[in-house]
């Protein structure tokens, strides 16, 4: 789970573009409305800085000029649209959508599809029908609608996911927590030794722990127990399943393995 949710910061690589070049180019035409302060590429139109990649059928940026601290005036842009088979790569992660946005001077970027995916050859994917948002200014990242995490150890099941991010002692942007929250459908966590549900969630990737509230049930080889809390140290893969003063025990039913 420490893995996969990394790859979010792949919107926040493309988004630092304030201070950087943006080359734009596309197989057909590009058009500029100089009045409207605008420029649209058709045709598998692409957007580039340094090592950020963003494609997409048309791409439409927006600019203006913006007094630089030396006295002089830069045209610089503000809004970047992409629609259409919306590929973004940054690194070794990539994104796939419908639409993708970002506000530079917001610091918000938004990809969004059916499904709005992230993908990591090495940590792995998070998919969204709905959207997945950087807040910039906030730190953080929201996936909404049937959110499914993925990796080769862990899945988990979500209609919202909200990831916090920080900086390390050398000043390194980290993930700090993650939120999971459930709709109609609980929260669910599955791996290949037992599968989890509730109603919400938080992961600490520091400490690499999973806690799962409300309305717990931990399935097992066919065992099952029910609590109104359960944690997960994810590095001994040892779970505990606990009551609070609201439930008052915790249930379990066991069965005989036949041999």
Known sequence: MKKYLILLLTLIAFGNAQAQNIDIDADNR???????????AIGNAVAVRENATLKGDILTALYEKVQLEDGTQKTQIQKIFSDGNVYLKMQDASG????????????KATLTGSPAALENSKFGKVSA?????????ENKTIAIGDVIAQNPEYTVYADKMISYFDE?????????????YADEQPVKIVNNQATVTGRRGTYFPIENKLKIFENVVMEQDGNILKGDYAETDLNTGISRLLATQKQGRVTGVFHNKKK
């Open 129 to 137: 029908t709905n959207s997945i948002t950087y807040y910039g200014a």
């Open 168 to 180: 390390d002692k050398q000043g390194k942007k980290r993930l700090n927590r993650v939120e999971i």
């Open 96 to 107: 796939s959508g419908s639409h993708f946005e970002y506000d530079l001077p917001l610091q």
């Open 30 to 40: 590009i058009e500029w409305y100089q009045d409207e302060q605008k420029i649209i």
